[in-house]
C-alpha cells in the first residue's frame, strides 16, 4: 500500500466536516506523507486511487476510503507547497516542465472524481439488457458528488495558483471548466451554496468575459453538448434549429420513449449537462443568444419533452429564462413562438391523480412562467396586435381554468393556480374582462368553501388573485352581480374563520389580506358614487364580527 493510499484511509477516520483545514487534521496527517515527493508523483498515486474505487471489484466490495478522501488527501498534499513537494527543473529540450504535466493531470483527476458523471464501468453495465434504475444511480452519484465538491473545488483552486506561478493555467482544460461550472448553482442537488460560491469565483478567474462567451459556444453548446443530445433530436425542429414545417410522423411502434445510457447519456450517465446547459444561458447576454440561438433550441426542446419530473421541470426553468434574451423579432420570424407554445402547454395538463400533487406542483408554476415570458414576446414580435391577448387567453383557458376544473380538490394546485392567475391578470389587463364569468366563481368558490381556513396559503393566493380582478378588471364590478358574488364570498370566507376561531399567524395573515381586499372593492365601488358599506349594513347588523372586515 503507497504512502498516498495509507493517506486517504487515515483521512476516513476524521470528521469529514474538518478536513483538512485545521492543525489537528495536518497533524495527524503529515505522518503519513514523505518529506519530499513530487507532483508527478502525486498525480500518478491519485490516478491509482481514483481507479480502484471505480473498479468493480471495489462496487462488490466497497472501500470506507471514497472519492472524498481520495481529494482531501490531494488537497492536504498540495497544501504543503514547496515545504515538502520537490520541484522538478524544466527540461533543456523544450519538452514541457513535467510539473506542469501533473498539474494538467492532477486536475484532470480532481474534476473525473467530482464530476456527477457514472463512472466508466458502471456506464458499460447501462448497457446491458437489463437497463440499471435510473433514480439508484441518480442518488448515488449525486451523494458521491456532493461529498466530493468541496475538497475537489479547493484543490482546483490550489492547482491553478501552482499553474498560474508558471504561467499556465487551467482554463485550456476543457473538461475541467465543464466540471467547474457544473457546481456553480446551488439549487443543484450535488452543490452546497458555500462551495457554489467557490466555483464561481474560480470560473471567474479563469473565463474571463470574451473568453466565456468562446467557451458556451465553441466547447459547451458544440463540443459537449451536441453530441450528447444528437441521439435525442426533436423532430418539431430543423438541424439549423428552426421550426420544422414538415415534422416526421413516428410509425407504428416508433416514438415510444427510448431511455437509455445509448440514446440519453445526459439523462443516465452525465448529470452534468442540465447544469451546463442552464449554466450556459444565465452566463449569454442578448447579443451571443441572437447569433447562436440555433444551438440552444434542441437541447432546450428535449429538455421541456422528458417524462422525468425533475428534468422537464428543470428544462422549463432553464427555457424560461432563455426566452427573456430571445430577439422577439428571431422569435417569430423563425415560427419559434409556435414551436415553444405546443411544446409547454402540455406540462399544463400533469395533473392529480395521474400526476403525483408534488410533481405536479413543481412543474405548474415553470411552466407557466415560460409561457407568460413566450406571451410578452408577442405584442413586439407578430404582427398581429392581439397576438399576446390570445396567447393570455389560451394559457387561462387551458392552463388555469381546465387545471382548476380537474384538481380543484388539491390545495396546493390550486394554490399555484391563483398565484399564476394573478401573473397573468396583471399581463391581460382590461382584457380581463371577458373571463370575469369564470374568474370571480372560481376565486368566490375557494373563499367560500368552509375548509378554506385549513389552507390558509391557498386562501391568501385566492384573495390576492380577486385583488388582481379588481385592479384589472375594475370598471365592469359596480353594479353588476359581480360585486354581489364578491361581498357574498368576502363574508362567507370571514364568518367561517371566525367560527373555526383559528388565533395562528398565518390566520392573521388571510384576516389582513381579506381586510385589505374589502378596501379595495371599496375604493372600485367609490369610482361608481357607491358606498361599500351601505351595500353590507344589513348584513353588518345581522353579524356583528363583520364590523372589522368593513370597517373603514
Same mark, same amino acid.
Given at each position: ?53 471505480s473498479s468493480e471489484k471495489n462496487k462488490t466490495n466497497p472501500k470506507p476510503t471514497t472519492h472524498q478522501h481520495v481529494l482531501s488527501a490531494i488537497t492536504t498534499c498540495l497544501r504543503l507547497g514547496d515545504e515538502r513537494i520537490q520541484t522538478v527543473p524544466s527540461p533543456t529540450d523544450g519538452d514541457d516542465n ?86 456553480? @448553482?446551488?439549487?443543484?442537488?450535488? $452543490?452546497?451554496? /458555500? ?5 464561481? =469565483?474560480? #470560473?471567474?478567474? +479563469?473565463? &474571463? ?123 417569430? @420570424?423563425?415560427?419559434?413562438?409556435? $414551436?415553444?407554445? /405546443? ?5 399544463? =395538463?400533469? #395533473?392529480?391523480? +395521474?400526476? &403525483? ?147 395562528g399567524p398565518q390566520d392573521k395573515l388571510v384576516r389582513e389580506a381579506l381586510i385589505h381586499l374589502t378596501k379595495v372593492l371599496a375604493a372600485v365601488l367609490k369610482t361608481r358614487d357607491i358606498k361599500l358599506s351601505n351595500e353590507v349594513a344589513p348584513l353588518v347588523a345581522n353579524q356583528h364580527s363583520l364590523k372589522t372586515l368593513f370597517s373603514e
Amino acid at each position: 500500500m503507497t504512502w498516498f493510499q495509507n493517506l486517504a484511509d487515515a483521512l476516513v477516520k476524521l470528521d469529514p466536516q474538518r478536513l483538512p483545514d485545521n492543525d489537528e487534521t495536518r497533524a495527524v496527517v503529515l505522518e503519513h506523507i514523505p518529506k519530499s515527493f513530487t507532483l508527478a508523483e502525486l498525480a500518478a498515486h491519485s490516478r491509482t486511487a481514483i481507479d480502484s474505487l471505480s473498479s468493480e471489484k471495489n462496487k462488490t466490495n466497497p472501500k470506507p476510503t471514497t472519492h472524498q478522501h481520495v481529494l482531501s488527501a490531494i488537497t492536504t498534499c498540495l497544501r504543503l507547497g514547496d515545504e515538502r513537494i520537490q520541484t522538478v527543473p524544466s527540461p533543456t529540450d523544450g519538452d514541457d516542465n513535467p510539473d506542469d504535466v501533473a498539474v494538467r493531470e492532477l486536475s484532470r483527476i480532481v474534476a473525473r472524481a467530482m464530476a456527477p458523471v457514472v463512472q466508466s464501468v458502471h456506464s458499460q453495465e447501462l448497457e446491458s439488457d437489463e437497463e440499471a434504475d435510473e433514480t439508484q444511480d441518480y442518488t448515488a452519484v449525486l451523494q458521491r458528488s456532493r461529498n466530493a465538491a468541496d475538497p475537489g473545488i479547493k484543490a482546483l483552486a490550489l492547482l491553478n495558483a501552482r499553474a498560474n506561478l508558471s504561467n499556465h493555467t487551467l482554463a485550456n482544460d476543457d473538461e475541467v471548466l465543464v466540471t467547474l461550472a457544473a457546481f456553480t @448553482d446551488e439549487t443543484d442537488e450535488w $452543490v452546497a451554496p /458555500e462551495v457554489a460560491a467557490q466555483a464561481r =469565483s474560480l #470560473l471567474q478567474q +479563469l473565463l &474571463p468575459r470574451e473568453a466565456g462567451e468562446q467557451f458556451i459556444v465553441n466547447t459547451v453548446l458544440q463540443r459537449y453538448l451536441r453530441p450528447l443530445f444528437s441521439q435525442s433530436k426533436p423532430a418539431s425542429v430543423t438541424a439549423s434549429g428552426r421550426k420544422a414545417e414538415y415534422p416526421e410522423r413516428a410509425g407504428i411502434g416508433e416514438g415510444l420513449p427510448d431511455d437509455s445510457s445509448k440514446t440519453k447519456p445526459w439523462k443516465f450517465t452525465d448529470f452534468r449537462a442540465i447544469a451546463i446547459m442552464s449554466w450556459a444561458v444565465n452566463e449569454s447576454d442578448e447579443q451571443l443568444i441572437s447569433k447562436h440561438w440555433p444551438l440552444f433550441i434542441p437541447v432546450l426542446l428535449i429538455l421541456v419533452d422528458d417524462s422525468t419530473t425533475r428534468i422537464r421541470r428543470r428544462g422549463l426553468a432553464i427555457l424560461g429564462c432563455f426566452l427573456t434574451k430571445f430577439p422577439s423579432k428571431t422569435l417569430h @420570424d423563425t415560427g419559434l413562438a409556435k $414551436v415553444f407554445e /405546443e411544446a409547454i402547454f402540455p406540462t399544463l =395538463s400533469f #395533473l392529480p391523480s +395521474l400526476t &403525483p400533487e408534488d410533481e405536479c406542483v413543481q412543474l405548474l408554476t415553470p411552466a407557466f412562467t415560460a409561457l407568460l415570458c413566450l406571451a410578452s414576446k408577442q405584442s413586439t414580435a407578430a404582427k398581429d396586435s392581439k397576438a399576446k391577448d390570445k396567447m393570455l387567453d389560451k394559457i387561462l383557458r387551458e392552463g388555469v381554468f381546465m387545471a382548476y376544473f380537474h384538481a380543484k380538490a388539491h390545495e396546493r394546485v390550486v394554490e399555484v393556480l391563483c398565484q399564476q392567475t394573478s401573473l397573468i391578470l396583471a399581463q391581460m389587463g382590461i382584457h380581463a374582462v371577458v373571463h370575469l364569468k369564470d374568474l370571480i366563481p372560481m376565486l368566490t368558490g375557494i373563499l367560500t368553501d368552509p375548509f378554506a381556513p385549513l389552507s390558509p396559503a391557498t386562501l391568501i393566493s385566492a384573495i390576492k388573485a380577486l385583488e388582481a380582478v379588481l385592479a384589472n378588471c375594475w370598471p365592469r364590478i359596480p353594479q353588476t352581480p359581480w360585486q354581489d358574488e364578491i361581498i357574498n364570498g368576502l363574508v362567507v370566507c370571514w364568518l367561517n374563520l371566525v367560527e373555526l376561531e383559528t388565533k395562528g399567524p398565518q390566520d392573521k395573515l388571510v384576516r389582513e389580506a381579506l381586510i385589505h381586499l374589502t378596501k379595495v372593492l371599496a375604493a372600485v365601488l367609490k369610482t361608481r358614487d357607491i358606498k361599500l358599506s351601505n351595500e353590507v349594513a344589513p348584513l353588518v347588523a345581522n353579524q356583528h364580527s363583520l364590523k372589522t372586515l368593513f370597517s373603514e
